[in-house]
């Protein structure tokens, strides 16, 4: 099933907001149907992540997931690691993780209760961005993320 036609205008806005604000570094995959994009990003130390959102069929009315993909990816684990070396691929509230996609972290950005059509999707690659932020300093601090992040609603 492709977008309807509301939905189409709705991405081409969110394209347009998404390549005003980060340039080439947007890359679409599938752009007709099972949606995703990729963002890539640079932290405050200039360590770069990719921010994959996945796009739901009931955009924008549903809230996108979101994995972090790292940089140096090996062929057998894709999920970050904690400053402990454990891989982050589960839920837990004190790193705003979630069960991977993919193979890959997936980050709490909203708060599905929370989402409305009128959030978008340069919302979520911030909060993404954000979220990194936190992340860097988990690795250079070993305390848990949720004493960097605030509730992300």
């Given amino acids: 099933?492709?977008?309807?036609?509301?939905?189409?205008?709705?991405?081409?806005?969110?394209?347009?907001?998404?390549?005003?604000?980060?340039?080439?570094?947007?890359?679409?995959?599938n752009p007709s149907e099972d949606t995703r994009i990729e963002v890539s990003v640079t932290c405050s130390n200039d360590k770069k992540y990719t921010l994959r959102v996945y796009i739901p069929s009931n955009f924008p009315n549903d809230c996108p997931k979101m994995v972090v993909i790292p940089p140096q990816s090996s062929w057998f684990?894709?999920?970050?690691?904690?400053?402990?070396?454990?891989?982050m691929n589960g839920t837990s509230s004190k790193f705003h993780t979630l069960s991977g996609i993919d193979g890959y972290t997936r980050i709490c950005h909203f708060n599905d209760s929370l989402w409305t059509d009128n959030n978008t999707l340069y919302q979520v690659v911030m909060k993404g961005l954000i979220w990194l932020e936190a992340?860097?300093?988990h690795l250079r601090t070993g305390k848990s993320m949720d004493v960097f992040l605030a509730e992300m609603a």
């Fill in 77 to 87: 684990s894709y999920y970050l690691r904690k400053k402990d070396g454990s891989k």
């Fill in 135 to 137: 992340y860097e300093a």
């Fill in 1 to 29: 099933m492709g977008w309807t036609s509301s939905q189409k205008s709705r991405l081409a806005y969110e394209k347009q907001i998404l390549e005003k604000y980060f340039g080439s570094k947007v890359s679409w995959i």
